[in-house]
């Protein structure tokens, strides 16, 4: 079955870095509809798309929130995707979930989680200011 494991984060102070890790397995990773994400959810906020990426050509999409501080990339030799999250701030602290979807449609270039299929159990970023 397709399983999602992530790794990484942690506790930081603002302006410090970190990175995720998520493993996918259980499925074939580079699909060319195949996209991985990254989503957020901070207590008592609504989650929300973070970074995603084709996983089959490596095209990447980015919130606005994080663009220029957060890369998204991906090791196809370890079917695995990383978060790099640099210039951390306190709003960036969170629960952090990666999640797959194999099937077509734009909610890879809008990081919507409609279309996100499976889900990893979350890593814990704390920021503190």
């Known amino acids: 079955q397709v399983q999602l494991v992530e790794s990484g984060g942690g506790s930081v102070e603002s302006g410090g870095s970190l990175r995720l890790s998520c493993a996918a397995s259980?499925?074939?990773?580079?699909?060319?509809?195949?996209?991985m994400g990254w989503f957020r959810q901070a207590p008592g906020k609504e989650r929300e798309g973070v970074a995603a990426?084709?996983?089959?050509?490596?095209?990447?999409y980015y919130a606005d929130s994080v663009k220029g501080r957060f890369t998204i990339s991906q090791d196809g030799t370890k079917n695995t995707v990383y978060l790099q999250m640099n210039a951390l701030k306190p709003e960036d602290a969170g629960m952090y979930y990666c999640?797959?979807?194999?099937?077509?449609?734009?909610?890879?270039?809008?990081?919507?989680?409609?279309?996100?299929?499976?889900w990893g159990k979350g890593r814990l970023v704390t920021v503190s200011s």
């Open positions: 999640a797959a979807g194999l099937s077509t449609g734009g909610y890879c270039q809008t990081i919507g989680d409609s279309g996100m299929e499976y």
């Open positions: 259980g499925y074939t990773y580079s699909g060319s509809s195949n996209c």
């Open positions: 990426i084709y996983t089959g050509d490596g095209s990447t």
